[in-house]
């Protein structure tokens, strides 16, 4: 078995300047220069979408509300929880979360918590997208929804989903770390034991 390399500490860059090369609506693509210590300096491309949010929205019966809707970038009808930007207008992550819930799906008026924060991808995105679960959700009104969206909402029992991730049909990567991060309140907060889906 080989030896690894001794282990040293990564250096960041500088970013020495940036411009904006395209406004895409949901987001902006930036041209970043940036240099190392060594004085080598490189072209980076980022895009600066808006932050997100995602909301895991449960009823008393223990159902998720999740949503169908067609994805361009796979060209796939995709099953998720629901979720979105960070309008400029809303005073927090928790206010998007509770506004993209009932605008989506037309439901709401449960107790929402927070769940964990990450980056979506940081080689290639500014952005970070916070994770919020509302227990006892109930419908509330008609979902309102953007001019290009079309979404059907799907009612699944909580303990359905890991069966779902596994074959495939959750396979949005933030869909799966939404339920990581259910998973970890539950076995950090009695309170939630009961949402528990997975038994290790």
């Known amino acids: 078995m080989q030896q690894l390399p001794p282990v040293t500490g990564v250096r960041p860059w500088t970013t020495l300047r940036r411009e904006q090369i395209a406004d895409c609506r949901v987001f902006s693509l930036h041209r970043q220069v940036s240099e190392r210590e060594s004085g080598k300096s490189a072209n980076f491309y980022v895009f600066h979408p808006r932050d997100w949010v995602n909301v895991i929205p449960v009823t008393r019966d223990m159902e998720v509300v999740l949503i169908e809707q067609y994805r361009h970038g796979i060209e796939k009808i995709t099953l998720e929880i629901p979720g979105g930007m ?58 309102c929804f953007d001019t290009n969206e079309e979404v059907a909402i799907r009612m699944v029992p909580l303990k359905q989903v890991p069966e779902l991730i596994a074959d495939g049909t959750i396979s949005h990567a933030l869909v799966i770390v939404a339920f990581h991060y259910l998973q970890q309140l539950c076995l950090k907060d009695e309170r939630y034991r009961h949402l528990r889906v997975y038994t290790y």
């Open 86 to 143: 960070v309008d400029r207008e809303d005073a927090s992550t928790l206010v998007a979360a509770e506004r993209e819930l009932l605008e989506e799906t037309g439901f709401g008026g449960g107790e929402t918590v927070f769940l964990g924060r990450n980056h979506p991808n940081p080689a290639i995105q500014s952005n970070i997208c916070d994770t919020y679960l509302s227990l006892n959700v109930e419908y509330l009104q008609t979902p």
